[in-house]
T-cell receptor
């Protein structure tokens, strides 16, 4: 099945700086790559997703890039704010039409 | 429009006891899922359903059973709880399959098995 890995496991950034989280996946047939944000004690919520026919997608301060050849995709957060502090999960669809999640990245924005 | 609602939100069980977690969604979604979340392990799929009357095993189904008798409800049962089942359980639903569209999660149910 699909194996999704996220790096780094924890990321600390100064408020206003950019944060980048990278995920790698193993199944070359994967074609859907969402990112979920989970604030402490809350439910995960979709923040952005990308499909395999697109290389980059932006939504205000967040963007996702996809490199199918290298089988990795990254979440970029610009001008980080304290409310960006959360755990971020990447996921990838596997060859059996199921979604496999990474283990999550803790992002801490230091005021 | 409440979205996805889980009950109960907290529960403490003794080893060997049974319980049922209820998930209800009011968005008319076909697909529903149960995940467990453990520290450092991300979200792992327990069981899922692609429509009323259907269920299928996910990544970690052992020790759990599910039923989808009504489209809006998805029940997760533990017949004989074990300490290894201490976790936070999330229900989710989606219009399309989870590999093509957004998952809408409930608030989570924290289960402790002593």
């Amino acid at each position: 099945g699909e194996n999704v890995e996220q790096h780094p496991s924890t990321l600390s950034v100064q408020e206003g700086d950019s944060a980048v989280i990278k995920c790698t996946y193993s199944d070359s047939a994967s074609n859907y790559f969402p990112w979920y944000k989970q604030e402490l004690g809350k439910r995960p919520q979709l923040i952005i997703d990308i499909r395999s026919n697109v290389g980059e997608k932006k939504d205000q301060r967040i963007a996702v890039t996809l490199n199918k050849t290298a089988k990795h995709f990254s979440l970029h957060i610009t001008e980080t704010q304290p409310e960006d502090s959360a755990v971020y999960f990447c996921a990838a669809s596997d060859g059996n039409n199921r979604l496999a999640f990474g283990k999550g990245n803790q992002v801490v924005v230091i005021p | 429009n409440a979205g996805v609602t889980q009950t109960p939100k907290f529960r403490v069980l003794k080893t060997g006891q049974s319980m049922t977690l209820l998930c209800a969604q009011d968005m008319n979604h076909e697909y529903m899922y149960w995940y467990r979340q453990d520290p450092g392990m991300g979200l792992r799929l327990i069981h899922y359903s692609v429509g009323e009357g259907t269920t299928a095993k996910g990544e970690v189904p052992d020790g759990y059973n599910v039923s989808r008798l009504k489209k809006q409800n998805f029940l997760l049962g533990l017949e004989s709880a074990a300490p290894s089942q201490t976790s936070v359980y999330f229900c989710a639903s989606s219009i399309l399959g989870d590999d093509t569209g957004e998952l809408f999660f409930g608030e989570g149910s924290r289960l402790t098995v002593l």
